[in-house]
Each structure stands twice: as structure tokens, then as C-alpha cells.
Antibody
Framework: EVQLVESGGGLVKPGGSLRLSCTGS????????MNWVRQTPRRGLEWVAS????????FYGDSGKGRFTISRDNDKGSLYLQMSNLRPEDTGTYFC?????????????WGQGTLVTVSS | DIQMTQSPSTLSASVGDRVDITCRAS??????LAWYQQKSGRAPDLLIF???RLESGVSSRFSGSGSGTEFNLTISSLQPDDFATYYC?????????FGQGTKLEIK
């Protein structure tokens, strides 16, 4: 079955850090650009970050610049998002999403999401 | 940033109805527009891309139109499974932004 499965969400205090993971299966993970998209009560759906298939091109939306780091391990079929200096407004569900093309930023396969709660 | 504005925010309709949802971009995005369906507690599913192209496996009851700054998603003959929230997304320019969503409810 073609799928993405996220993990690593949880409750963290403001200023804290969290590392999200996403594992792909049923497709050639290393051939696709991958993304993190989040859904928050305040801003709705928001593209967070993207990484090309080889890991050589990385882009961030405004919400993640300077605080989030996207990475991947194609041998493990895994995508990561290291989040630091977390704020209450980062609270939401974080989805990994496959790019339908090469750096098209069109998302044709999503994981089920992992919930991040930033609260003291 | 390109702002995406959907209307209406909520839409009440009955099984068998035809409905239209509008998405407006704050500047031209050519045809780089996608529509997603999201059911409660689940991830969004891609329905339409490049404004009018149906994603594989998606029912032909869904269709998209438009270019530039104004786009429409049409669902003909609503089925019970169609009641969900719909989002548009532009992928013309960084950062890649979504509309606020249209919740389709059963009348």
C-alpha cells in the first residue's frame, strides 16, 4: 500500500524542541520531493517546508525559517522536521506530503498527520 | 504572498444538488491551482490540479474551471460522501498558499 506515516508529535513547552518523522512505503521514496504542511487553528493549512529528492534543495515558508529544519534519509525512506524555539501558535497537526512532480508543490499523497501541542 | 480567498465559507446542500465553490487569488496564478477535499480527522485528498485536471481515481462528478485569479470547483449531483471541507491551493509562486476552506454541509 502506498502510504506515509508520521510520528513524533506531542506536548512541548514554549521554547522547546521536537523532531517529527515520516516514513513512506509502497513507492520509491527517493524519487520524490517531499514536504511538511501543517494545519493550525489560527492559520489553517500552511506549507511549511520542502526538500528535493536528493536533499540538495531545501525551502521554507515564513513560519519555519530559522526555527525548523527539514531533512531526509532516502535509504530509510524517511523525512524529518526538527522544530526548535516552538511557540503556542505552532500548535496544530503536521502532515508530510509527497510532491506530485519535481518541485511542483502540489501534494498528491499525505500522511495521517501528527499533533503538536505547544503549551506551558 | 498570494492570498487565496474562498467563498462561501459554509455551504448547505442536499444529496443530488449541484454546488459551486469559488476561489480567488490576490494576483494571477495562471492555472496553477489545486483543489483538495478534507474529511473530519483526516488528511486532505487531492481532487483537481492545474485548475481543471482530475486526479486519478477521483469521481467525474468533480470538475474545476478558471484561470488567472478566479477559479471554481463544481460538484454535480452531490453524494453523501461529498460532505466535507474543500480547500484551494496555489502552486504558482512561493510561498504556496491555501484558501481558508469551504465546509459543505447537509441541508
Amino acid at each position: 500500500e502506498v502510504q506515509l506515516v508520521e510520528s513524533g508529535g506531542g506536548l512541548v513547552k514554549p521554547g522547546g524542541s521536537l523532531r517529527l518523522s515520516c516514513t513512506g512505503s509502497g513507492f520509491t521514496f527517493g524519487s520524490f520531493s517531499m514536504n511538511w504542511v501543517r494545519q493550525t487553528p489560527r492559520r489553517g493549512l500552511e506549507w511549511v517546508a520542502s526538500i528535493r529528492s536528493g536533499g540538495n534543495y531545501i525551502f521554507y515558508g515564513d513560519s519555519g525559517k530559522g526555527r525548523f529544519t527539514i531533512s531526509r534519509d532516502n535509504d530509510k525512506g524517511s523525512l524529518y522536521l526538527q522544530m526548535s524555539n516552538l511557540r503556542p501558535e505552532d500548535t496544530g497537526t503536521y502532515f508530510c506530503a509527497r510532491d506530485k512532480g519535481i518541485a511542483v508543490y502540489l501534494f498528491d499523497l499525505w500522511g495521517q498527520g501528527t499533533l503538536v501541542t505547544v503549551s506551558s | 504572498d498570494i492570498q487565496m480567498t474562498q467563498s462561501p465559507s459554509t455551504l448547505s446542500a442536499s444529496v443530488g444538488d449541484r454546488v459551486d465553490i469559488t476561489c480567488r487569488a490576490s494576483q494571477s496564478i495562471n492555472s496553477w491551482l489545486a483543489w483538495y477535499q478534507q474529511k473530519s480527522g483526516r488528511a486532505p485528498d487531492l481532487l483537481i490540479f492545474k485548475a481543471s485536471r482530475l486526479e486519478s481515481g477521483v469521481s467525474s462528478r468533480f470538475s474545476g474551471s478558471g484561470s488567472g485569479t478566479e477559479f471554481n470547483l463544481t460538484i454535480s449531483s452531490l453524494q453523501p460522501d461529498d460532505f466535507a471541507t474543500y480547500y484551494c491551493q496555489q502552486y504558482n509562486a512561493y510561498p504556496y498558499t491555501f484558501g481558508q476552506g469551504t465546509k459543505l454541509e447537509i441541508k
